[in-house]
């Protein structure tokens, strides 16, 4: 019996640091940083309580109670598990651009992230970065749409919009646009700048998303990238 109580407890505490991370973050209640530390602590109760449950399961004979539990704590387990291997071993990089030798440049991001004191500075980090992303995200690549300049400029602003995107900067004649995308679970705020240039056939369309914390970001600035350009070639005649 006590290791099926031990189990409950283990769950319930593993429950509570999946979530006070995450929302503590947001919340600004704490760092990053111990967020992290909550999330992977929260993890590891988990995954103890499953087996502490499993042995109080084995020595009681008690399936039935220690069963739904087992199947909560790993379906709880699954969600930090998920997002680990989503990532696919996404390099230790937060910048990621469609174009890695002449990236587009934050304007109207530079008083923001100055403002919220971002670890990240906002320049490019240069040739080692690209070639991470290269083999990490060789899909990465300036999209062309048949629009003129000023009918793209508007379709992805508006597409910006949809996402939920804050804007932060919009210049029709530079062909620029700057937005800010908060992460759901911690409320991260990545910045992005869409660059649009009149190209052969249509607008040349170059996005670069950026973190303003942490060495790495599993994949979200790729994610939100690919996003991105895949709803501006639906959108495109």
């Known amino acids: 019996m006590r290791f099926l109580t031990l189990g409950q407890w283990l769950a319930l505490c593993g429950v509570l640091?999946?979530?006070?991370g995450?929302?503590?973050?947001?919340?600004?209640?704490?760092s990053f940083?111990?967020?992290?530390?909550l999330l992977a602590f929260g993890a590891l109760s988990i995954l103890l309580s499953v087996l502490a449950l499993v042995v109080g399961g084995f020595r009681t004979g008690e399936w039935m109670r220690a069963l739904p539990l087992i199947a909560g704590g790993l379906?709880?387990?699954?969600?930090?598990?998920?997002?680990?291997v989503?990532?696919?071993?996404?390099?230790?990089?937060h910048d990621i651009t469609t174009d890695t030798t002449d990236p587009?440049?934050?304007?109207?991001?530079?008083?923001?992230?100055?403002?919220?004191?971002?670890?990240?500075?906002?320049?490019?980090?240069?040739?080692?970065?690209?070639?991470q992303q290269q083999r990490a995200f060789p899909d990465i690549q300036p999209l062309v749409v048949?629009?003129?300049?000023?009918?793209?400029?508007?379709?992805?602003?508006?597409?910006?919009?949809?996402f939920g995107w804050e804007v932060s900067g919009s210049a029709p004649a530079?062909?620029?646009?700057?937005?800010?995308?908060?992460t759901f679970f911690f409320g991260f705020k990545d910045d992005v700048v869409i660059r649009l240039r009149p190209a052969e056939g249509g607008t040349r369309v170059d996005v670069r998303s950026k973190s303003r914390v942490g060495a790495g970001d599993l994949g979200a600035n790729a994610g939100r990238i690919r996003r991105l350009l895949a709803s501006l070639r639906l959108l495109s005649p």
């Open 17 to 20: 640091m999946l979530v006070a």
């Open 22 to 30: 995450p929302l503590g973050t947001r919340l600004g209640v704490w």
């Open 33 to 37: 940083v111990v967020g992290f530390a």
């Open 75 to 84: 379906a709880v387990l699954a969600v930090p598990v998920v997002i680990v």
């Open 86 to 93: 989503r990532a696919g071993g996404a390099p230790p990089i």
């Open 104 to 131: 587009p440049p934050f304007v109207s991001a530079l008083p923001l992230r100055a403002a919220a004191n971002a670890a990240n500075h906002p320049e490019y980090g240069g040739a080692d970065v690209a070639a």
């Open 146 to 162: 048949a629009l003129p300049p000023q009918q793209a400029f508007d379709r992805a602003l508006a597409q910006v919009r949809e």
């Open 174 to 182: 530079e062909g620029r646009i700057e937005a800010v995308d908060t």
